[in-house]
């Protein structure tokens, strides 16, 4: 059996940029749910939708698949799904309660990490 040829070089280019790229975005909203996490756990007046631990816990999923996806770590692609997975728990429980503001942001690390994940690893159409 034959190994498959490397891809060019600006196929793994391509790649490399797209995956420090959905590594920005994952501590970007990292940061940004963690802020969040803190903001509802310090304010008793606010009662958040869910445990402001949870979304603390979520930020700490977001930011090592951002440092796994940096440089490629072995399982780095296992923490993005499972930062996927929260992200989508989170849209489900926004869209539960009528929270649909909080439910385009929560979703949008979803479409972006799919998104990634299928430029990435989908073979490309060679003519």
Known sequence: MEAAPDPPPA???NRFILRRTLS???WI???WSSALGALFS???AVEPLYPPRL?????????AAGWALWKPHWGAWI????AVAGSAFFVVQ????SCW???????????????IFLAIKWPPVRS
Not at 55 to 63: D, G, P, Q, Y
Not at 101 to 115: C, K, N, P, T
């Open 11 to 13: 196929e793994n280019r």
């Open 24 to 26: 920005a975005i994952s």
């Open 29 to 31: 909203h990292a940061l």
């Open 42 to 44: 310090e304010i008793a």
């Open 55 to 63: 979304i603390v816990a979520h930020a700490a999923l977001l930011s």
């Open 79 to 82: 923490l993005v799904f499972l």
């Open 94 to 97: 926004d869209l539960r309660f």
């Open 101 to 115: 503001e909080s439910a385009i942001v929560d979703g949008m690390y979803l479409l972006f990490a799919l998104g």
